[in-house]
């Protein structure tokens, strides 16, 4: 059975970093990504890394929302947790962060939600001026 086990939100302040975890078990994706859904708003991408062979068709393999572009990092580590570091936070990065995985083989990253099959069950985040 596939899981999608987020941690790491919380309340901080401007400025402060952040790192949120997303620990995969019972799969593997070839397209992890993290969204996003402020006050209000629909559920947006933010970060996503491909490694289902992008690199190799000559594609990006990661990809960044303008709004956290330079600030926040997608990385995994060895034991298939996908990691969401986030630096220089703003009020208006608060939202619920999630992540999500596309199973099979792809090359590409889909920026909507419909193109991901598995999502967690949501981390907030909440920055205060």
């Known amino acids: 059975q596939v899981q999608l086990v987020e941690s790491g939100g919380g309340l901080v302040q401007a400025g402060d970093s952040l790192t949120l975890s997303c620990k995969v078990s019972?799969?593997?994706?070839?397209?992890m990504a993290w969204f996003r859904r402020g006050p209000g708003e629909e559920r947006v991408v933010v970060a996503a890394?491909?490694?289902?062979?992008?690199?190799?068709?000559?594609?990006?393999?990661i990809y960044y929302s303008d709004s956290v572009k330079g600030r926040f990092t997608i990385s995994r580590d060895a034991t298939n947790t996908f990691l969401l570091q986030m630096h220089n936070l703003r009020p208006d990065d608060t939202a619920e962060y999630y992540c999500?995985?596309?199973?099979?083989?792809?090359?590409?990253?889909?920026?909507?939600?419909?193109?991901?099959?598995?999502w967690g069950q949501g981390t907030q985040v909440t920055v205060s001026s």
């Open positions: 999500a995985a596309r199973s099979g083989l792809a090359t590409d990253i889909p920026q909507s939600p419909n193109g991901y099959t598995h």
């Open positions: 019972g799969g593997s994706f070839s397209t």
């Open positions: 890394q491909n490694s289902g062979g992008a690199i190799l068709v000559g594609r990006p393999s």
